[in-house]
């Protein structure tokens, strides 16, 4: 990654930025093209889990409705631009890091490509999680929800725009554990309070789930806070493995000043 000096000018800075800026749209708009031509494909994969509840053609494709030739062309330019955002995040990410690391002290500098590397393993797999098991549960629960009361006719644009919400959805949740290990890294919140407070963090992440999740499904909650409460706990081993030294000094301290107040109240 070309890093830029740490002391610029004014000019210089804005001119870099132009440039990384440039990068990121050059990318963006190349995944455009590419991913419009192959936005019906990519409209089939993003189906798929649910295709069980929806109507099928001859050849196994998902049919859904369009009520005007404006929706089919806004669908397919809204897959394009999902798969086209999703597919340049890391040139994104990596031209954000490029910009703001000459501003970091060498100390600083090194966590950045592990946080790189983990925001972007973090955000595809809550889209994996997300795909894989969550869709195929939630739409079975949302379609039988019409059972005695009507019969759903799958409009391309609402299907197509619930799928991408649950998806994005998952991926910035799972972002959380990410947030919680630098609280920690960087004490701002100390490891013992944080570990102590699981009960109060447990309950702040259900709320979470339960405002991300697009629908009001308690078993799309429940399961996107079951992975949350296994990758925020693998996210405090972790921290204490890396600190595991200042963790154990900060309790070395906490018991020296426990027995200095027991021997105060004698």
């Known amino acids: ?24 749209v050059v990318a963006l708009l190349v995944a ?25 053609s001859d050849s196994g494709a998902v049919m859904l409705n ?8 806004t669908t397919r330019l ?34 950045f490509m592990p946080t790189f590397i983990a925001a972007c393993a973090l955000f595809i797999f809550g889209v994996v999680f997300c795909y894989c098991v969550i869709l195929n549960a ?3 629960w949302l379609t039988d929800q019409s059972w005695g009361l009507g019969t759903i006719e799958p409009r391309m644009s609402t299907y197509i725009s619930i799928i991408i919400k649950f998806l994005l959805s998952f991926g910035v949740a799972f972002e959380i554990p990410l947030v919680v290990f630098y609280l920690v890294i960087f004490n701002i919140v100390p ?26 499904s308690p078993i799309t909650m429940l399961l996107m806070f079951g992975a949350l409460v296994v990758l925020y706990e693998a996210s405090l081993l972790l921290a204490r493995i890396v600190l595991k030294k200042r963790i154990e000094k900060e309790q070395e301290e906490l018991d020296e000043l426990d027995e200095a107040e027991m021997s105060i109240a004698r």
């Open 1 to 24: 990654m070309p890093i830029g000096p740490a002391k610029m000018s004014l000019f210089d800075h804005l001119s870099e930025l132009r440039a990384r800026l440039v990068r990121i």
């Open 32 to 56: 455009i093209c590419f991913f419009y031509i192959a936005s019906p494909t990519m409209g089939q994969i993003l189906l798929w889990p649910v295709r069980d509840f929806l109507p099928t």
């Open 66 to 73: 369009a009520l005007d030739p404006f929706e089919a062309f």
């Open 78 to 111: 809204t897959i394009t631009l999902f798969f086209s955002v999703i597919g340049t995040s890391p040139v994104t990410i990596w031209q954000i890091l490029a910009f703001f690391l000459p501003a970091l002290k060498p100390n600083e500098r090194k966590w």
């Open 138 to 140: 939630a739409f079975g």
């Open 191 to 216: 490891y013992k309070k944080i570990r102590s407070s699981w009960r109060y963090i447990y309950v702040t992440l259900l709320v979470i789930c339960a405002m991300v999740t697009p629908d009001s």
